[in-house]
């Protein structure tokens, strides 16, 4: 197993505003993204940042606006609950929930077919569904291409009858033992494993 398909220790960020409800607190928005760190006090130091601005939901995730402002106060509270771990503030019928936590995640990984770190050899003997998307359509429906056990070849890639001659510098980006995606041609490739028989 190549380094690049192991799965890494990484620290997550969650913030969100939740609203009161008849059972307790429901979501109202998350307010980042999905956010991951290297390390805790990247992931610390990123909340400090965005507890400095207005707790709006970030543009890339949404359009909702906090219900209310921080205090000064109320921000250092929240920072020293999320040092712990975990940090719930309640604000009059709001209040902010935020985590830091850890997580084991594989990371996106890109390299040219020819490559033998590239992710579809990671997939290699697994069972596969094959989707293609034409480019040159933005409201195109992905269609099926093929299922069965993935065989890497020299030349291509085998699925079930299919097969695709890929050339050995088409970029392969995916995560390791579950999906893999390139374009050829006029279209865009999609693998993904049907079996979650993945190394961890």
């Known amino acids: 197993m190549y380094p690049e398909w192991q799965k890494k220790r990484l620290y997550e960020l969650h913030l969100a505003w939740l609203v009161q409800g008849p059972r307790g607190y429901d979501l109202l928005f998350k307010v980042n993204p999905y956010s991951l760190y290297p390390t805790r006090e990247e992931a610390l130091k990123a909340a400090k940042?965005?507890?400095?601005?207005?707790?709006?939901?970030?543009?890339?995730?949404?359009?909702?606006?906090?219900?209310?402002?921080?205090?000064?106060?109320?921000?250092?509270?929240?920072?020293?609950?999320?040092?712990?771990?975990?940090?719930l503030l309640p604000l009059d019928?709001?209040?902010?929930?935020?985590?830091?936590?850890?997580?084991?995640?594989?990371?996106?990984?890109?390299?040219?077919?020819?490559?033998?770190?590239?992710?579809?050899?990671?997939?290699q003997g697994l069972p596969v569904r094959l989707l293609y998307t034409p480019l040159n359509d933005p409201e195109a429906e992905s269609q099926e291409v093929a299922q069965g056990v993935l065989e890497v070849l020299p030349q291509g890639v085998r699925v079930g009858e299919v097969l695709l001659r890929v050339p050995p510098e088409t970029p392969?980006?995916?995560?390791?033992?579950?999906?893999?995606?390139?374009?050829?041609?006029?279209?865009?490739?999609?693998?993904?494993?049907?079996?979650?028989?993945?190394?961890?």
Do not use: C
């Not at 709001?94 to 594989?106: C, I, K, P, T």
């Not at 392969?172 to 961890?200: K, M, N, Q, V, W």
């Open 93 to 123: 019928r709001y209040a902010l929930l935020g985590e830091v936590a850890e997580v084991e995640e594989r990371l996106l990984h890109r390299a040219p077919f020819g490559d033998p770190t590239n992710v579809l050899h990671s997939l």
């Open 172 to 200: 392969i980006e995916g995560l390791a033992y579950e999906e893999a995606f390139f374009h050829l041609g006029e279209g865009r490739y999609y693998l993904y494993a049907l079996s979650s028989s993945t190394p961890s």
């Open 49 to 87: 940042t965005l507890l400095q601005g207005d707790l709006d939901q970030d543009p890339r995730v949404g359009r909702h606006k906090a219900p209310l402002r921080l205090s000064e106060e109320e921000r250092g509270r929240f920072l020293v609950m999320l040092e712990g771990g975990k940090a």
